[in-house]
């Protein structure tokens, strides 16, 4: 008995799969190919991937650089009393044990620095010019703890000198005019008590040490004062106003709320950092979501391309088709060639744009401030932006969507036009050959 014949065929995406594939797409438009929507779909994608990764890494750099500001020159929390009346029956928010509730604090696991403070609002003179400002009162020791502001990178003067003098902002500096070693006067209007009532205080304070904290609003209105200074300038003798924390995980703060509270004692309050910064960091992250989907539906638009590459490549090599079919290519071989067209030109766009994207991300600050000179200064503006630059923070993790969300959009619409090749008709594709 004659054994029956095994018809050998062969596994899917062969390399004559991949020679044809090649073929048609590097084939001329005089010989039925269709280059120009190939090189189209090839750049249209390529520049698509490259926005959204630079959209991507411009969206982190800008909250990456916006927390630092905050974490690096401001309180992770902040302790302070609830109300209560003092003995003029005035309500009253100071802390008087300062220095046993801020080591009670201390002995938290994950507190890693408590400075006492004392704050408050004066308006500031030199010459003809005047600006508000508001008055840390710390002591030399915790300040020069405080990341942004101590960095001497960044900053003009010495720490060192801080006790007998005062530390400015740069904004408010070049407000006033003044410089190091210059004095300015400060003027509260909550001053010294006399039978006529109270009159306000006038002080007069050497500038010895200018910082830039990288917040324009911080450095536009923030003066620090020595604390012992801070306490008698601003009737606080005995006493602060708040206890300034910080954390050694800031972005898990909520997890040191009870401990705090339970270490403050009765009276205690806080107040994080994400309280202070919750509705703008929201809002950001709700824009990260529009943009990256705005810039989804852009790859998408790039991605459709290859549909009209596909489907006049198709229509064009109608006879080839019909050719191959004849010859023994199941609809499954017809369809992977196609299909492998399409999805080379949705890799290499792809690859093009990771590599344009990452170059952008990485040289972002020199191509910005080319932009900037050559508009004269405009395009970022601290004053209304808040920070100072605009940073690029390139990550994998949004390299690798950015591939994946094309890579993933390129093969499903190439699957369209490589199964209407498919089940052309070979008799119908040869019919007037």
């Not at 899917?12 to 797409?25: C, D, K, Q």
């Not at 008087?96 to 004392?118: K, M, N």
Request: charged letters at 20%.
């Amino acid at each position: 008995m004659q054994e029956p014949e095994v018809v050998n065929q062969t596994a899917p995406f062969s390399r004559f799969e991949w020679l044809i594939a090649w073929r048609y797409l590097r084939a001329r438009r005089a010989d039925g190919g269709v280059s120009v929507m190939t090189w189209i779909s090839l750049i249209g994608i390529m520049l698509a991937v490259a926005a959204l990764i630079i959209t991507l890494a411009v969206r982190a750099g800008f909250r990456a650089e916006f927390v630092d500001t905050i974490l690096g020159a401001n309180a992770h929390v902040t302790i302070y009393n609830s109300a209560a009346l003092n003995e003029g029956g005035q309500p009253s928010r100071v802390i008087e044990d300062y220095t046993e509730r801020a080591e009670a604090i201390r002995q938290v696991p994950g507190v890693i620095r408590v400075a006492p403070l004392v704050k408050g609002q004066v308006m500031t003179n030199h010459g003809q010019q005047n600006a508000f400002a508001q008055v840390f009162g710390i002591a030399r020791d915790d300040l020069a703890a405080i990341p942004r502001i101590a960095n001497p990178e960044t900053a003009d003067g010495d720490l060192a000198d801080f006790d007998r003098g005062i530390a400015v902002g740069r904004e408010v500096a070049r407000t006033l005019g003044v410089g190091l070693g210059d004095t300015i006067k400060l003027i509260s209007p909550n001053g010294a008590k006399t039978a006529f009532g109270t009159s306000p205080r006038v002080n007069a304070y050497e500038v010895t040490y200018i910082f830039t904290a990288g917040r324009y609003d911080i450095d536009n209105t923030r003066i620090y004062m020595p604390f012992t200074e801070a306490q008698s300038y601003f009737n606080r003798e005995g006493v602060a106003d708040e206890l300034e924390v910080m954390v050694a995980e800031p972005e898990s703060v909520r997890d040191l709320t009870i401990p705090l509270l339970e270490a403050g004692g009765d009276r205690t309050m806080i107040w994080t950092w994400q309280d202070a910064s919750g509705g703008f960091l929201r809002a950001l992250e709700i824009e990260d979501n529009v943009m990256f989907v705005l810039m989804s539906v852009l790859v998408l638009v790039a991605s459709l391309n290859i549909i009209s590459g596909l489907v006049m490549l198709v229509k064009n090599k109608g006879r080839d088709i019909g050719i191959l079919r004849t010859m023994g290519l199941t609809e499954g071989a017809v369809m992977r060639v196609f299909f492998i067209c399409g999805a080379l030109v949705g890799v290499i766009g792809t690859i093009f744009g990771v590599i344009a994207g990452c170059l952008f991300a990485i040289y972002f600050d020199q191509i910005l401030a080319i932009v900037n000179g050559a508009s004269g200064g405009d395009v970022w503006d601290a004053s209304v932006r808040g920070i100072y630059k605009l940073p690029a923070k390139l990550e994998l993790s949004d390299v690798l969507v950015s591939v994946a969300l094309s890579l993933f959009l390129s093969f499903v619409v190439t699957i369209f036009p490589a199964r209407r090749a498919a089940r052309m008709n070979p008799v119908e594709a040869l019919r007037y050959e």
